[in-house]
């Protein structure tokens, strides 16, 4: 599939489907730190690869993992984070 690289595509992400990626990731960044793991580590080897093996099935994070776009979690993430540089 060519896409034409000449125009920015628009990305944007609904104020309610933000939240509900909130609280999913809080879910499974507990999950993982409640089986030993490094929430980081681990999101950033899901977010790389799509596999969501790197999520641990604890609390059902890793089905939690899989209802969510990973352009929705890019999303969220890049916006707390930016936000925190701007202060």
Do not use: W
């Amino acid at each position: 599939m060519s896409q034409d690289t000449r125009n920015t595509v628009s990305f944007n992400l609904q104020k309610d489907n933000e939240e509900k990626v909130r609280s999913i990731l809080r879910t499974i960044f507990q999950a993982l730190e409640e089986k030993g793991y490094n929430p980081t580590n681990q999101m950033a080897g899901y977010m790389i690869s799509g596999d969501p093996a790197y999520i641990t099935s604890h609390k059902g994070a890793r089905n939690l993992v899989c209802e969510l776009d990973r352009y929705e979690i890019m999303e969220v993430l890049l916006k707390n984070y930016l936000l925190h540089l701007s202060d």
